[in-house]
C-alpha cells in the first residue's frame, strides 16, 4: 500500500488536488473531516475538548461551537497546541483504522494541512505540497467570502511555504488555471505515484538507469538525501548509529549519476536483516552484496553489506548499510570527505569520470571500469589524506 501525505496553505489549490487524485483511483483520507469526525457529539473527543475549554465551547445543541472555539485558540499559541493535543492524535488513529480497513494494492491520500507543524512527513512514502502565490491565494480566499485582514491573519498561522517544501518530496506549483495543475496531477500520478505503488506491491526498488548520464551537482540531492534519511531513522531508530550521504552526489561541484547514495552504520549486519520487513514497508528492498576488496584487505568477507534500493522512481536512492568495523564503512566516507577537501584531487577524479563516461553507454560498464582507479589512487592517496590531516571515521 502506497501511502502519500498532501499538505498545502490555505488558498493553494490542496481540495483540488485531492479531488483529482480521488478520480485517478486514490482513497482520499481527509484529516479535516476526521478533526470534526472526532469531536463530534457525544465522542471522547469532545468530551476532552469540554473538559479543557469548558462548556461555553458548545452550541445549545451540545455541538462544538467551532467559531467560539476559534477566538479561544486562534491567537493564543498554548492553547492552540493544547487543543492539537487533544485533535492530533485521535485523527491519526482514525486515519489508520481506516487505512488498515484498505486493501493491500490501495493508494492512500491522506490530506494534512498542518503536516510541516505536526512532524507527520517521514511516515509516509511521498509527501506532497501544492503551493500557489501568496497574492493568488488572498484572491482566492476573498472569492470564499474572507475579507483580507482575515486571510491574511489564515495564511500566516500557518506554516510557511519553505517549510513545506522542506519536508516534501514534490512541490505542485498552482500558478496558473485549473487546467495546468490538472495536467501535472496527472502527470505526477503517471510518471510516479503509479509506479511507485507498483514496485511496492512487487517488492522491488527502482533500478538505476543502465544507459549512463552523468549530470552537473544539484542542490536537490542533498534535500533528497535527507527525506530518505528521515524514513530512515524513523523505521530503525538508535539501530542507525548513523546515516550519511556518501558517494558523489555527497560532493559539491562533482558530475554524478542522479543517483543518491547513503551508507547506514550498524553495529551488525544481522540487525538490518532483523529489519527488512519494516524497511520493506517503507519502501526499501535488498540483498546481500559485497564491495570490492582494497589493496590491504583482501578478503572478501570483510566487504559484506545489505544493499537496498528505494522503490521511489522519482527519488532513486542506493542504500549501503555496513557495520561500524568494516573497511567498506570507512572507505565511503574518508573518500567524500577527501574529496571535499582537496580541490585537486575533485577535479582530477571527476576528469575520470568524464574520460569513461565518454567511453562507455553502460551503468554497469563504467563502473566496473572506475574500479581500477579506486585501487591504484583513491584508497591509497585518500589514505595518506587521512594520515597527513589527522581524519578518524566519526564513531556516532
Aim: one cysteine or more.
Amino acid at each position: 500500500m502506497l501511502n502519500v501525505a498532501l499538505t498545502g496553505g490555505i488558498g493553494a489549490g490542496k481540495s483540488t488536488v485531492a479531488k483529482q487524485l480521488a478520480e485517478l483511483g486514490a482513497r482520499v483520507i481527509d484529516a479535516d473531516a476526521l478533526s470534526r469526525e472526532v469531536v463530534a457529539p457525544d465522542t471522547e473527543g469532545l468530551a476532552a475538548v469540554v473538559s479543557r475549554f469548558g462548556p461555553e465551547v458548545l452550541t445549545p445543541e451540545g455541538a462544538l461551537d467551532r467559531a467560539k472555539l476559534a477566538e479561544i485558540v486562534f491567537d493564543s499559541a498554548p492553547a492552540r497546541a493544547e487543543l492539537e493535543a487533544i485533535v492530533h492524535p485521535r485523527v491519526r488513529a482514525r486515519a489508520r483504522e481506516i487505512t488498515d480497513s484498505l486493501p493491500d494494492d490501495a493508494i492512500v491520500v491522506q490530506d494534512i494541512p498542518l503536516l510541516a507543524e505536526t512532524g507527520q512527513a517521514p511516515g509516509f512514502h511521498l509527501a506532497i505540497d501544492v503551493e500557489a502565490p501568496r497574492e493568488l491565494r488572498l484572491e482566492r480566499l476573498a472569492a470564499r467570502g474572507l475579507d483580507r485582514a482575515d486571510a491574511l491573519r489564515r495564511i500566516d498561522a500557518q506554516a510557511s511555504d519553505a517549510d513545506r517544501r522542506e519536508v516534501c518530496d514534490v512541490v505542485l506549483f498552482n500558478d496558473h488555471d485549473v487546467h495546468e495543475l490538472e495536467r501535472r496531477v496527472a502527470l505526477l500520478w503517471d510518471e510516479r505515484i503509479k509506479p511507485f505503488a507498483e514496485n511496492l506491491q512487487n517488492e522491488r526498488y527502482e533500478p538505476r538507469p543502465e544507459k549512463l548520464q552523468l549530470v552537473e551537482t544539484d542542490p536537490a540531492w542533498a534535500h533528497r538525501f535527507e527525506h530518505h534519511a528521515a524514513r530512515l531513522r524513523r523505521v530503525m531508530g538508535p539501530s542507525a548509529v548513523r546515516i550519511d550521504h556518501v558517494g558523489s552526489t555527497a560532493v559539491p561541484g562533482l558530475p554524478a549519476k542522479d543517483v543518491v547514495d547513503i551508507q547506514v552504520t550498524v553495529v551488525s549486519l544481522h540487525i538490518v536483516d532483523a529489519f527488512a520487513e519494516a524497511l520493506g514497508d517503507a519502501g526499501y528492498f535488498g540483498k546481500v552484496a559485497y564491495d570490492s576488496p582494497k589493496p590491504g584487505h583482501p578478503d572478501i568477507e570483510q566487504w559484506e553489506k545489505r544493499f537496498y534500493g528505494s522503490a521511489d522512481p522519482g527519488n532513486i536512492a542506493h542504500l549501503h548499510f555496513r557495520s561500524i568495523d568494516a573497511p567498506g564503512q570507512r572507505y565511503a566516507l574518508l573518500f567524500r570527505d577527501w574529496l571535499r577537501a582537496d580541490a585537486q584531487a575533485r577535479a582530477e577524479y571527476a576528469r575520470v569520470k568524464g574520460v569513461l563516461a565518454a567511453k562507455f553507454d553502460s551503468t554497469r560498464e563504467y563502473t566496473e571500469a572506475k574500479e581500477p582507479w579506486f585501487d591504484r589512487e583513491g584508497w591509497p592517496r585518500a589514505n595518506r589524506w587521512a594520515e597527513e590531516h589527522g581524519w578518524h571515521a566519526p564513531l556516532c
